[in-house]
């Protein structure tokens, strides 16, 4: 599942107008659009990233027109050692742009917090993604381009998702439909923008594929602002007395949230199949995989559109199998499904192992049947994983912190991007077989240390009725 998106914030107040589109406020519809073309524009951008370096910015006639890019290789060889060649430079690159969008909202719900409020905030994250996007139509600001772009959606992507629960008063019922049509909105955009800025990139030039980005970018801006007298109010808290009141946490809450973040390194190694599908696997799957069909070649950039409109089937199957396991028997905790889900990730980079002998054997491309492997293992272990990972922090959390925890639950992807960067650096060093067999063993690894984590933190990882003590008596559990 190439998405991994999730919408979190607090209701808190209720709708600042009355009026309605199909059961719903009018500014879910806005906030829907906004974020729609905002995944378009960064999903667009994403698909792109890795081909562009390796086989385009990065070449001898392009890498000298690039300002400061001597600085900017060597933080990243700062991170990751040497790196020789496009190929080690370009994947590292796109791992590191995976996991700084999962560090960056943490800077922007806070100002937004503090100082600005979320409309504002919201709508300088969108000024800098515009100017971050159009500026990679130019070879020498490439650099003062990711940087926008990092900072843009540090202010966007959080805040923008707040605003949707903020809509609604506490115990309004329609939250739920509203997320999942929020949600909707980015899938969507997930398999259109690989297709739609793949195509102009690869077949036309790289500079009209991020100007389409752009444009995106700038369309999300125009609904956004549009809507703004239908969007909730700003409400900045302050820095002390927020929560009057409000019970300190005790030292049953402190070891939850150590134990949460215990998981987190656990949780980035199961995702690494999945976050290397913008990295390494678009440049394996670039060189290996036969991608020309009745003498029309389709852009490699077209395999994230593929991983998503199989994500969606897997994760509804996924869904609908627990419904059914639970009529019939009682269904895993959490943590054992993400163990499960775990499990199955790691078998999804073998098909990519064994490909990759097949194409050493026979010297020639593979078939896209090995990708379709790859995706649909891939999808139904990461929709055992993400979601319920996700669903796992939020009803441990100590109550009050809820928000805080999920946003710390979001820091497992960004380790995972890290991870997933030095791991594509060194595609080009490693035999093919190898180096998705090291992925699925690290999977698998991350897996199984998870199960014994599963029976070690039991009393605390567990729901409450599954955790009885001598007497027989439930043992508390913190709640979501």
Same mark, same amino acid.
């Given at each position: 599942?190439?998405?991994?998106?999730?919408?979190?914030?607090?209701?808190?107040?209720? /709708?600042?107008?009355?009026?309605?589109?199909?059961?719903?406020?009018?500014?879910? @519809?806005?906030?829907?659009?906004?974020?729609?073309?905002?995944?378009?524009?960064?999903?667009?951008?994403?698909? %792109? #990233? =890795?081909?562009?370096?390796?086989?385009?910015?990065?070449?001898?006639?392009?890498?000298?027109?690039?300002?400061?890019?001597?600085?900017?290789?060597?933080?990243?060889?700062?991170?990751?050692?040497?790196?020789?060649?496009?190929?080690?430079?370009?994947?590292?690159? *796109?791992?590191?742009?995976?996991?700084?969008?999962?560090?960056?909202?943490?800077?922007?719900?806070?100002?937004?917090?503090?100082?600005?409020?979320?409309?504002?905030?919201?709508?300088?994250?969108?000024?800098?993604?515009?100017?971050?996007?159009?500026?990679?139509?130019?070879?020498?600001?490439?650099?003062?381009?990711?940087?926008?772009?990092?900072?843009?959606?540090?202010?966007?992507?959080? &805040?923008? =998702?707040?605003?949707?629960?903020?809509?609604?008063?506490? &115990?309004?019922?329609?939250?739920?439909?509203?997320?999942?049509?929020?949600?909707?909105?980015?899938? $969507?955009?997930?398999?259109?923008?690989?297709?739609?800025?793949?195509?102009?990139?690869?077949?036309?030039?790289?500079?009209?594929?991020?100007?389409? *980005?752009?444009?995106?970018?700038?369309?999300?801006?125009?609904?956004?602002?549009?809507?703004?007298?239908?969007?909730?109010?700003?409400?900045?808290?302050?820095?002390?007395?927020?929560?009057?009141?409000?019970?300190?946490?005790?030292?049953?809450?402190?070891?939850?949230?150590?134990? #949460? $973040?215990?998981?987190?390194?656990?949780? =980035?190694?199961?995702?690494?199949?999945?976050?290397? $599908?913008?990295?390494?696997?678009?440049? @394996?799957?670039?060189?290996?995989?036969?991608?020309?069909?009745?003498?029309?070649?389709? /852009?490699?950039?077209?395999?994230?559109?593929?991983?998503?409109? $199989?994500?969606?089937?897997?994760?509804?199957?996924?869904?609908?199998?627990?419904?059914?396991?639970?009529?019939?028997?009682?269904?895993?905790?959490?943590?054992?499904?993400?163990?499960?889900?775990?499990?199955?990730?790691?078998?999804? /980079?073998?098909?990519?192992?064994?490909?990759?002998?097949?194409?050493?054997?026979?010297?020639?491309?593979?078939?896209?049947?090995?990708?379709?492997?790859?995706?649909?293992? &891939?999808?139904?272990?990461?929709?055992?994983?993400?979601?319920?990972?996700?669903?796992?922090?939020?009803?441990?959390?100590?109550?009050?912190?809820?928000?805080?925890?999920?946003?710390?639950?979001?820091?497992?992807?960004?380790?995972?991007?890290?991870?997933?960067?030095?791991?594509?650096?060194?595609?080009?060093?490693?035999?093919?077989?190898?180096? @998705?067999?090291?992925?699925?063993? %690290?999977?698998?690894?991350?897996?199984? =240390?998870?199960?014994?984590?599963?029976?070690?933190?039991?009393?605390? #990882?567990?729901?409450?009725?599954?955790?009885?003590?001598?007497?027989?008596?439930?043992?508390?559990?913190?709640?979501?």
């Amino acid at each position: 599942m190439t998405t991994a998106e999730s919408a979190g914030g607090e209701a808190e107040g209720l /709708p600042p107008t009355e009026k309605q589109m199909l059961g719903q406020p009018v500014g879910l @519809w806005y906030l829907v659009f906004a974020e729609a073309w905002e995944r378009f524009s960064y999903y667009g951008m994403q698909a %792109l #990233l =890795a081909l562009y370096l390796s086989k385009y910015l990065l070449l001898p006639g392009h890498i000298e027109h690039v300002l400061g890019f001597g600085v900017f290789k060597g933080a990243l060889e700062g991170m990751y050692g040497p790196l020789a060649t496009p190929l080690a430079i370009g994947g590292a690159l *796109a791992g590191v742009y995976s996991a700084v969008v999962y560090l960056t909202p943490i800077a922007g719900g806070f100002i937004a917090d503090r100082f600005l409020g979320r409309t504002v905030t919201v709508t300088i994250g969108a000024l800098l993604m515009v100017l971050g996007h159009f500026l990679m139509a130019f070879e020498a600001s490439f650099v003062f381009a990711i940087l926008c772009l990092f900072a843009g959606i540090g202010c966007f992507k959080g &805040n923008i =998702a707040s605003q949707v629960g903020e809509l609604y008063g506490p &115990n309004d019922p329609r939250r739920g439909s509203a997320y999942q049509t929020f949600l909707l909105g980015v899938q $969507i955009a997930v398999i259109i923008a690989p297709l739609v800025c793949g195509f102009l990139a690869e077949e036309i030039a790289w500079h009209w594929g991020f100007g389409a *980005a752009g444009i995106g970018m700038t369309i999300a801006l125009v609904v956004y602002l549009s809507g703004r007298k239908y969007l909730p109010p700003d409400r900045m808290r302050v820095a002390s007395g927020e929560k009057k009141g409000a019970a300190p946490l005790t030292a049953r809450d402190w070891k939850t949230i150590g134990v #949460l $973040i215990l998981l987190l390194p656990l949780l =980035a190694l199961t995702a690494l199949g999945n976050q290397e $599908i913008f990295a390494a696997y678009l440049l @394996w799957g670039d060189q290996h995989f036969q991608l020309t069909f009745f003498g029309f070649k389709i /852009p490699t950039s077209s395999l994230v559109s593929l991983d998503a409109f $199989i994500s969606t089937f897997t994760m509804a199957g996924v869904l609908m199998f627990w419904r059914w396991y639970g009529t019939k028997w009682k269904e895993p905790d959490e943590i054992f499904k993400v163990v499960i889900g775990a499990l199955i990730s790691c078998a999804a /980079p073998l098909m990519l192992a064994f490909a990759s002998a097949q194409a050493a054997i026979t010297g020639e491309r593979v078939s896209l049947a090995w990708g379709f492997g790859f995706h649909i293992i &891939n999808d139904v272990g990461f929709a055992m994983v993400f979601p319920i990972g996700l669903a796992l922090f939020s009803r441990v959390s100590p109550k009050g912190i809820t928000g805080v925890v999920i946003g710390v639950y979001y820091l497992h992807l960004f380790l995972c991007g890290l991870a997933t960067g030095k791991l594509a650096s060194m595609l080009g060093t490693m035999s093919g077989f190898s180096f @998705w067999l090291m992925h699925a063993a %690290l999977i698998a690894g991350g897996g199984l =240390a998870m199960l014994v984590f599963a029976f070690v933190f039991r009393g605390i #990882l567990a729901p409450t009725d599954a955790v009885e003590g001598e007497s027989g008596e439930p043992q508390a559990a913190p709640a979501g």
